[in-house]
C-alpha cells in the first residue's frame, strides 16, 4: 500500500521538524482499515485490545472508532455508510475523503493477516505512551510531591484510612495498605495452607463493599470497594461459588455438595444467594489459558464493565508463547509474571497471582515458607511487588497424631489446642512496607479467612 501511504507522508525532510518522529506504522493502520471495510468480521480479531487512540494518524482514528459503533449494533460499515459521519471537507494530501475510504478498501488484502496488523499498532502506541511517559528524563520534585500528596489525601478520605483497596483482613491492611494499584501480589503456600481459599475471601470483600458513583457521561467511577475479576484455571465457577456461598452462609461445601442439608440451612443458602447475585464479580473458568489471553480478557473486562482487581488461580496454569515453553518451564514462567506485571501497570489495577511452592518445604523441621521457595523461577520473587506465604501449623500437626493414651498424644492435644482455627499469612517481600507476620482466624470447614479475635472475643467476620 505504498501509493496510497505516500498521501500521508509528512513534508520533505527540509521542512521536517528537527526530531525524530514517534513510531509509529501507516501502512499497517491502512491495511487494517481496509481489511475490516472489505469485511467487517476484521474487527472482531482486534476489538479485544486494540482501541482508537491507538492509532497514530487523526482520521484513522474517527475511521476505526466510526466502524467500531457501527458493526456492533448490527450496521454494516463500508466507504459508502462510512462518510455520512465524517466531515466530507476532510483533505488528506490531496485526497477527499470518499477517494481515500475508497482507495483503503480497493488496497485491502485479506483479513488473515488483521490480528498481525492489530498487534503491531497496538504494540507501536504502547512504545509511544512509554516514550513520553518515561522519555522526559528528570522531573520537578513538585510534581512528585503533587502526586504522593494527591495519594495521601485518597487514603486519609477513604474508609479504614487505606490508600488501596482492603482486604477486610484487619491487621494485614494495616500493614499494606490495602492492595494498590499496578502492585503483582504473588499469594503462595503449599497445598492444603488455604490459598485459594484467601483470594476468595479478598475478592468477594472487595466485590461485597463496592460503591460507584455516576458522572456526568456516564462513566462510573468506583468510590470503595471495586469490580473484581477472577480467573479460576482449576476450579470450575460453580465450585467457586459454592465456596463464597459457603463461607458466607456458614454451611460447608461438602455438607452442601452431598445434600446434607435441612430446610433451615437451604433458607440460609437462598439468602445468601440472593445478597451475592449483585456482585460485581466476574469469573473466567477457561482452562489452559496463554498469558496474552488471559491479558486480552482482562482488558475487554475492563473496557466493557469496569475492573478494580484481577485475581489468578494460578501461575502454574498459565502458559506463555510457544517459543519461551521450548526454551524451558523457567523461561516460560520469566514471560508469564513479566506479563502480569505489566498488566497489573497497563490496567492500573492490583493483580493477585496464586502460586505453588517447591517441595523443598516439606523437608525442614520449620515448615515455614521462604521466598527461595517459590516454585520454577526466581523471576516470581523479582517481578512481585509483594509476595504472600499462606501457612498453617495445624495442617502439619494434625498428620502426626501419635498413637492414642500415650503421653505423647497428651502434649500433642496441647499443641493441636494451641494452633486449632489458627493461620499465619506472612509478607516476605513489599515493596512500599515492611514484611513480617500477620496472625488470622481461619475455619477450614467453610475456607473462611478472619480477623483474630481479639482481648478473648469471638472472632471478627470479613
Known amino acids: ?49 486494540l482501541e482508537p487512540q491507538h492509532f497514530f ?26 462518510k455520512t459521519f465524517l466531515p466530507a471537507e476532510i483533505d488528506i494530501a490531496g485526497l477527499t475523503l470518499t ?43 513538585e510534581t512528585a510531591l503533587t502526586t504522593a500528596v494527591d495519594m495521601a489525601a485518597r487514603a486519609y478520605q477513604r474508609e479504614g484510612k487505606l490508600s488501596g483497596l482492603a482486604t477486610g483482613l484487619r491487621d494485614l491492611d494495616t500493614k499494606m495498605g490495602g492492595l494498590q494499584p499496578s502492585d503483582l501480589i504473588i499469594v503462595a503456600g503449599r497445598p492444603g495452607m488455604g490459598k485459594t481459599a484467601l483470594a476468595t475471601n479478598i475478592a468477594y470483600n472487595v466485590a461485597r463493599t463496592w460503591r460507584g458513583e455516576v458522572r456526568a457521561d456516564g462513566h462510573i467511577d468506583t468510590v470503595n470497594g471495586g469490580i473484581v475479576g477472577f480467573f479460576s484455571l482449576e476450579m470450575s465457577a460453580e465450585q467457586l461459588a459454592t465456596r463464597i456461598i459457603a463461607e458466607q452462609s456458614g454451611i460447608p461445601s461438602s455438607t452442601i455438595r452431598r445434600g446434607g442439608i435441612n430446610e433451615r440451612d437451604f433458607e440460609k443458602i437462598k439468602d445468601v444467594a440472593i445478597e451475592l447475585q449483585h456482585l460485581p464479580f466476574f469469573i473466567d473458568e477457561t482452562g489452559g489459558l496463554t498469558v496474552a489471553q488471559l491479558a486480552a480478557r482482562a482488558r475487554r473486562l475492563k473496557r466493557q464493565k469496569g475492573l478494580d482487581l484481577l485475581v489468578i488461580d494460578y501461575i502454574q496454569l498459565l502458559q506463555g508463547s510457544t517459543r519461551r515453553a521450548m526454551e524451558g518451564r523457567v523461561q516460560e514462567v520469566t ?32 515448615k515455614r515458607p521462604q521466598l527461595s521457595d517459590l516454585r520454577e523461577s526466581g523471576s516470581i520473587e523479582q517481578d512481585a511487588d509483594v509476595v504472600l506465604f499462606v501457612f498453617r501449623e495445624e495442617y502439619y500437626l494434625s498428620n502426626k497424631e501419635p498413637r492414642p493414651g500415650t503421653d505423647d498424644h497428651t502434649r500433642w492435644q ?8 489458627k493461620a499465619e499469612i506472612i509478607i516476605g517481600k513489599q515493596r512500599h512496607g515492611p514484611t513480617g507476620t500477620v496472625n488470622v482466624q481461619f475455619d477450614a470447614a467453610v475456607t473462611r479467612f478472619d480477623n483474630l479475635a481479639q482481648d478473648d472475643q469471638m472472632p471478627e467476620r470479613v
Do not use: C, W
Open 99 to 141: 477517494q481515500y475510504l475508497a482507495r483503503l478498501a480497493a488496497e485491502a488484502t485479506t483479513i488473515i493477516n488483521a490480528v498481525d496488523y492489530g498487534r503491531t499498532i497496538y504494540d507501536l502506541a504502547i512504545r509511544r505512551e512509554l516514550i513520553g511517559r518515561y522519555g522526559g528524563g528528570f522531573q520537578k520534585f
Open 57 to 82: 494518524e487523526p482520521i484513522h482514528r474517527q475511521i476505526y472508532d466510526i466502524s467500531r459503533s457501527l458493526i456492533r449494533t448490527g450496521k454494516l460499515a463500508s466507504p459508502v455508510t462510512l
Open 414 to 421: 496441647v499443641e493441636m489446642a494451641d494452633v486449632h482455627g
Open 335 to 366: 514471560e508469564i509474571t513479566t506479563s502480569l506485571k505489566a498488566l497489573a501497570k497497563e490496567l492500573n489495577v492490583p493483580v493477585v497471582a496464586l502460586s505453588q511452592l517447591s517441595r523443598q518445604v516439606e523437608n525442614r523441621d520449620d
Open 1 to 49: 500500500m505504498a501509493s496510497l501511504d505516500s498521501a500521508l507522508r509528512k513534508p520533505p525532510a527540509e521542512t521536517a521538524p528537527p526530531y525524530r518522529a514517534a513510531p509509529h506504522n501507516i501502512e499497517a493502520e491502512q491495511a487494517l482499515l481496509g481489511a475490516i471495510l472489505v469485511n467487517n468480521e476484521a474487527l472482531y480479531r482486534v476489538s479485544d485490545f
